[in-house]
């Protein structure tokens, strides 16, 4: 039997958890989403997505992974023999995302550079990042060589990511976030206390916050509401599964759910607030409205929006823009962490490696796909395996494990192997049947009931169906961005297809091998 990490203290369980939750779409796509949805209206159905979707999703996938002690695959394959495939489509979207994820830590690490040796994107921001930094191609065929400028700090990224997993649970990815998750949060205060200061700042969090009350009842503010919660939390791609195997046995379950949801929804106001500070000082320099120059979010916002703010501040535009940067390299680095940390639970306990093999070997694989991002084609690349992991392999991934956990339990298996009745939502341990429900309460401080189970079989559910056939309409209507037909089947619809294949392959490796061997 091999033995597995442990995490030392509660509190670098919590920390590790809220910094896989806070990520790079904190910072540069939750305050767009809540500017553009009505502002303060959209933050009262985010609060209210986050306690019908979030938090109940990650007291399930914490109490599984507490339960099983294992990796998602084979946490799922505990649950039912014919489940693992589940586990293994999870592992790849974790590999899909990580793969260009780490791309982007790789920009900001360079942006931070240039931000301490001179602002070198000068004064037209969007031309230096497309045309001199990227070097952007035409398409994402027109691959064009490896920009060297990209290609050195993707490298640094990936060394720094194996120098963390390459320490354990305790002595590496627990010790790293008790050090960047204060830093992070605490270069964040200091934005914002930078950026309340500037003339026009309330304009630009007026923008944001500005509650539009005619917009609660717009379906489309519900969607992207519940999509925000959903992909924030890093919930169904085996993240918390993995992280919460490591937990000691007595853990608190319910709280330690509830404390990181809420601290990911308090980091992504903080990064709001600290964005769009800004945003309202530079609108009001150019004597422009704060909607005309924020644009859209995302990279466009981190990359070439926020160094045109930077330029405009009236002094230290240099340590303001290293500060940004360094936010925006740490979140991702405690993001990228926990999902390569997923890939390599999987395969360390499928093929029974040691975890220096196991970060070795896939680190070394992820790695070496990552450097496509690297490519004149990069930016086109990682925009389509961004938009179709996220809206299709997360969204799919998420659906069947709410469907098979809520409904299949009840509907299938799980009977008492003595008296035949069945039992719902339960699984078991040994001769003793226990609902994952009572394993949570078993461990917790407080219990959870009706509201807990309701969410889960029905309101999560529902919210995955819309949003993933609204998305699904609109992919086959209109083509993503513009790519032609043949870029989004290469590099966008054959993220979901070989998800499945891969999950086939790996769920049918070693099969009849008993499955506690390796616990």
């Not at 500037?198 to 609660?216: C, V």
Request: charged share 10%; with cysteine.
């Amino acid at each position: 039997m091999k033995e597995r990490g442990e995490w030392g203290s509660r509190s670098g369980f919590v920390l590790a958890a809220i910094g896989s939750a806070v990520g790079l779409g904190n910072i540069w796509r939750f305050p767009y989403v809540v500017a553009s949805n009505g502002g303060g209206a959209f933050m009262v159905v985010y609060l209210i997505a986050l306690i019908t979707a979030g938090i109940p999703i990650m007291i399930l996938e914490f109490s599984i992974g507490h339960k099983f002690r294992s990796s998602a695959p084979v946490a799922f394959k505990s649950m039912n023999q014919k489940w693992e495939w589940l586990g293994w489509i999870q592992v790849f979207t974790s590999i899909a995302i990580t793969v260009y994820y780490v791309a982007i830590i790789g920009w900001s690490l360079y942006y931070a550079f240039s931000s301490i040796t001179g602002l070198a994107w000068g004064a037209d921001t969007g031309t230096y990042f497309m045309k001199e930094y990227l070097q952007i191609s035409s398409g994402p065929f027109d691959f064009g060589g490896i920009v060297t400028s990209s290609l050195i700090p993707l490298i640094i990224a990936w060394a720094f990511i194996y120098f963390i997993l390459i320490g354990g649970i305790k002595g590496g990815i627990e010790k790293a976030n008790k050090i960047l998750m204060p830093i992070l949060f605490a270069m964040v205060l200091i934005i914002i206390a930078r950026g309340v200061s500037l003339p026009g700042a309330l304009d630009g969090l007026d923008y944001m916050f500005k509650p539009d009350l005619s917009r609660i009842g717009d379906p489309s503010v519900w969607v992207a509401a519940y999509g925000q919660v959903f992909f924030s939390l890093s919930v169904a791609f085996a993240i918390m599964i993995t992280y919460s195997s490591y937990l000691p046995k007595k853990s608190d379950i319910n709280n330690n759910a509830f404390l990181a949801s809420f601290a990911d929804c308090g980091f992504s106001l903080l990064a709001g607030i600290s964005v769009f500070t800004i945003i309202g000082y530079m609108a009001h320099t150019q004597g422009k409205e704060v909607a005309e120059v924020a644009g859209t979010g995302g990279i466009g916002l981190a990359f070439i929006v926020f160094p045109e703010a930077i330029n405009s501040l009236p002094g230290f535009n240099g340590l303001f823009g290293t500060l940004f940067f360094l936010v925006l390299s740490f979140a991702g680095f405690t993001s990228a962490i926990s999902i390569n940390e997923v890939v390599i639970a999987a395969f360390a306990e499928k093929f029974h490696w040691s975890r220096k093999r196991a970060v070795t070997t896939v680190i070394s694989i992820t790695a070496t796909i990552s450097i496509l991002f690297a490519t004149k084609a990069g930016l086109h690349i990682l925009d389509l395996v961004d938009n179709y992991v996220n809206n299709y392999n997360i969204v799919l991934a998420g659906l069947i494990e709410i469907v098979l956990i809520g409904w299949c339990y009840k509907l299938v298996a799980f009977k008492d192997q003595k008296s035949g009745v069945e039992f719902n939502d339960y699984i078991f341990s040994g001769d003793k049947i226990v609902s994952l429900q009572q394993h949570a309460n078993s461990v917790s401080d407080f219990k959870i009931g009706f509201w807990w189970y309701l969410s889960l079989k029905y309101v999560t559910p529902i919210v995955l169906i819309v949003v993933s056939a609204l998305k699904f309409k609109t992919n086959l209507t209109e083509p993503y961005s513009g790519y032609p037909q043949i870029a989004q089947l290469v590099f966008g619809w054959s993220m979901p297809i070989l998800a499945i294949i891969f999950a086939i392959i790996l769920s049918n490796v070693g099969k009849n091998k008993n499955i506690n061997a390796i616990k």
